[in-house]
Nanobody, 123 residues
Framework: VQLQASGGGLVQAGGSLRLSCAAS????????AGWFRQAPGKEREFVGA????????DYADSVKGRFAISRDNAQNTVYLMMNSLKPEDTAVYYC?????????????????WGQGTLVTVSS
């Protein structure tokens, strides 16, 4: 499956952005999806994930209550709605997928990755 992340940009602190991850090549409804981010000079970290059915989600503590993941399997797309953005949310955001998986926070469990989209939050 091929993944294409989009929707990044520059936003002021307190603002919102919605990232999209469009999938092609396979039946995306059979894949769990995750969002990860990598800030300059830091390791890539887990943001959130959604199961293949959409019934389960999980989030990093740092974004819980501010970010929400959803999916539209008819459109082969997963979304990351980001609210109340903070300067520390600035990073390149990546979407990833794993076949028939449940939610997972582990990078190594996702064999498919998109190219990343940059989110910059100004103070």
């Amino acid at each position: 499956v091929q993944l294409q992340a989009s929707g990044g940009g520059l936003v002021q602190a307190g603002g919102s952005l919605r990232l999209s991850c469009a999938a092609s090549g396979r039946t995306f409804s059979m894949y769990a999806a995750g969002w990860f981010r990598q800030a300059p000079g830091k390791e890539r970290e887990f943001v959130g994930a959604i199961s293949w059915s959409g019934a389960s989600t999980d989030y990093a503590d740092s974004v819980k209550g501010r970010f929400a993941i959803s999916r539209d399997n008819a459109q082969n797309t997963v979304y990351l709605m980001m609210n109340s953005l903070k300067p520390e949310d600035t990073a390149v955001y990546y979407c990833a997928a794993r076949f028939m998986g449940s939610v997972s926070y582990s990078l190594s469990e996702y064999p498919y990755w998109g190219q990343g989209t940059l989110v910059t939050v100004s103070s």
